[in-house]
Every structure is written in C-alpha cells, then in structure tokens.
C-alpha cells in the first residue's frame, strides 16, 4: 500500500527472523499460539485510513438509531433471549474487505458486523512483539482516537471491570482451553486481571453465580461472555444455571447483541460502505448474476457454511431460507506484495463501547484464497492475522 515501506519490509524480511518472532509468542505465552499469524501486518496511507474510520462511524451511526433496535428485535431467537439486556453492546467489530471504486481508488465494503468481542488483549500484544521483531516506522500506529498501549489497557479494563473487583469479574467461555482464541483470554488477564472461567464450572446459588479460586467461593459480579450459542448448542453441553435465568450479574457484552449485531444486519445497512444484501426468504426472485452473490447463514462462525459459488439449485435446495442471507460479493483487491504473489485484506475496526461507541483498534486478516481465513488457504505463506499500520 505504502511502496516505500512495503519495499523495505520485503528486501530485510528473513524467514529465520519469523520464525524467532513466533517462537517468542509461544515462549511469553506457554504455546497458547493456535491460529497462522501473517509474515507481514499491512502499511496503509491516510487516504484509507480516513475512508475506514469515515465506514466505521457511518455504520455504527445507523446501529445507534431507534429504528436499528425495533429491526434487530427479530434477530434474538425466543428460545435463546437473555433478560436484562444492556442499551448498546460493549463491543462492536466491524469488518471490511479492501477493494476498489470506480476511480481506481482503495475502497472499504462492509463484510460482516460483529456485537460480540474479538481479540482486544492480543492485539495490544501482538503490536508490541511486530515492534520488536519488524521494521515497523515510528509514526505509524495500529490505535485510534490518540490511545497508546497503556491508555488502551486501561480503556479495556475500564470497560471490562466498572466499578467491580476484578476478582468479581470473570471471562467466560466454553472449554476455554481449547480454544482458538485462549492467547487472548491469557492477556485478557494479565492486562486487567480477569479470570477465565468456564462455563460448566460456574455455580449459582439462587440469582447469584460464583467461581472457585484457591478453594474460595467467589461471587461474579459482572461477565465478560465469550461464550457462542453455536457452539453450545451442538455440543449439548450441561452447565450449572440456564442464560435466561434472572441473574444478580451485569453482562459486559450481553448475549442477545451477538444475534442484534451480526449478518442479520446487513440487509439493514445502507451505507455506500455496504454491499447489497437481502434476507433469503424475502426474495421474490433471485438476481440474474447470482455468480456475483455470496450465501451466508445468519448465525454461523469463522466462515462455516458460507457458499462462494451460489446457483439456483443451491437457493432452491435451501429449507430454512429465514437463517440465509445473500449478499453482493466484494471483489477484495490484492494489494499486499509478497514473495509469491499478492494478498488480500480484510480490516476488522474495534470499538469500545461503554457512554459512546470509540474506535480503538484494528485487526488484519489475509487471504490469497477465496475466502479468509487458514482453512480456506492450505499451504499458502503470507497469509493470516495480524496488523494494520496507519499513519
């Protein structure tokens, strides 16, 4: 994107020095590493920059209104409605795939929304270990808004613990061991001092949920949730209390903006940012150039069961048409040069959500496939998560 960074980033790149850059990740955290990071973050100009941050309040001012709150009213499934829902979510990702306009100019498209958290901990150490091991230009930055990692750490706590005891507050997941994402969980702690804990081991006694430390009792005040119904649901775990109990905790990120804010808004948005998208089962007819559409199932993670290649057959064949959207494809522009070839880019803008909605950090992801992400890109190099640079 930057010639000159790029150019210097590739000539001094040395795979030895990657593969050192990893192993540090892996000695700080005890192996918790489970996912491809990228040989390379990406160096974008102001022009995108300013494009991305103008996308992201756009959409987030259309998820503000009032009208946003009586459409997403649908999305909750009756069956999974957790009460003592909070007035906005306190995490809200937006993701955009990099293409370009008519101009020729780079250009953001929305791909998916997300009201449930991403990796705000590893992030901040992520930019910390590309530092140390990279080339990265002193005036460059991967936060918004003037935060810097200590000002970041602390917004992150602030939101995370309130006015509680971080020994109040948990992060609670499914079998958080074996998660993908369990690095950020490990820095979640160590920046804010929140426990993980996972979801069969909390205890409830009446409206109140504990935890065990140490052979103490301890009350959960408030609950950072990382937990996905998805998940849940096909794994028919037993746990200890019912989500739809009247609880005596405060939700950090309530379950229901998990369904408010996802794919089912997109047909909502009409932002020059957002690619046309319908819900399956509202469409009359199908558009003539179905090849240019992508089929989504509305709750689904990490691309599992997205259909790149939409036919007729494939619409037809479908049951449940209410869980699908289809959704215009974005011609994602291959703008990261690489010893074999370009790469793709997907740029996740995180906010964090406590009075107002504040954008704080990104995240990149890499494709040379059609699709993001490592299952979709077998045997390839240079691909996967890491960093945007910004002026």
Same mark, same amino acid.
């Given at each position: ?152 750490? #602390?917004?992150?706590?602030?939101? &995370?613990?309130?006015?509680?005891? !971080? %020994?109040?507050?948990? @992060?609670? =997941? +499914? *079998? ?86 996802? #794919?089912?808004?997109?047909?909502? &948005?009409?932002?020059?940012?957002? !690619? %046309?998208?319908?819900? @399956?089962? =509202? +469409? *009359? ?107």
């Amino acid at each position: 994107m930057i010639k000159e960074i790029r150019d210097n980033y590739n000539e001094t790149f040395d795979q030895q020095n990657y593969d050192n850059f990893i192993a540090d990740i892996q000695h700080v955290t005890g192996g918790l590493l489970d996912f491809r990071v990228c040989e390379t973050p990406l160096f974008i100009n102001k022009e995108l920059t300013d494009r991305l941050v103008e996308a992201s309040y756009e959409i987030v001012d259309e998820v503000k209104t009032d009208e946003f709150k009586k459409y997403s009213n649908n999305a909750v499934p009756d069956e999974l409605n957790v009460p003592n829902e909070n007035d906005h979510p306190y995490f809200l990702q937006i993701d955009f795939g990099i293409t370009k306009n008519e101009k020729g100019e780079f250009f953001p498209q929305v791909i998916e929304l997300q009201g449930f958290p991403s990796l705000y901990a590893y992030q901040a150490f992520l930019d910390k270990m590309d530092r140390k091991h990279f080339p990265i230009p002193d005036n460059f930055t991967t936060y918004f808004n003037g935060y810097k990692f200590d000002s970041y750490v #602390k917004k992150l706590k602030s939101v &995370l613990v309130g006015n509680a005891d !971080p %020994e109040n507050v948990i @992060l609670l =997941e +499914l *079998e958080p061991e074996k998660q993908k994402t369990r690095i950020d969980f490990h820095f979640t702690k160590e920046y804010t001092g929140v426990e993980t804990v996972c979801l069969t081991k909390v205890i409830k006694e009446g409206k109140q949920l504990f935890y065990k430390k140490n052979n103490r009792l301890i009350k959960i005040d408030r609950i950072y949730n990382r937990v996905i119904f998805d998940e849940l649901t096909k794994k028919g775990t037993k746990y200890n209390f019912d989500f739809r109990d009247e609880l005596d905790v405060e939700w950090v990120g309530h379950p229901n903006w998990f369904f408010r804010i996802s #794919k089912h808004t997109l047909p909502y &948005l009409k932002s020059k940012y957002a !690619p %046309e998208c319908y819900f @399956l089962n =509202e +469409l *009359e007819y199908y558009p003539d150039d179905l090849n240019n559409f992508v089929l989504k199932p509305l709750f689904s993670f990490a691309g599992s069961g997205v259909i790149v290649d939409v036919t007729k057959e494939t619409l037809d064949s479908i049951t449940d048409k209410n869980n699908f959207i289809l959704q215009r494809k974005v011609d994602y522009t291959p703008i990261i040069r690489t010893p074999d070839g370009y790469s793709k880019a997907e740029i996740r803008m995180m906010f964090l959500w406590d009075e107002e909605p504040v954008l704080v950090n990104n995240l990149l992801r890499t494709s040379k496939g059609k699709m993001m992400g490592v299952d979709f890109n077998k045997n390839q190099t240079w691909i996967g998560s890491n960093i945007v640079y910004h002026p």
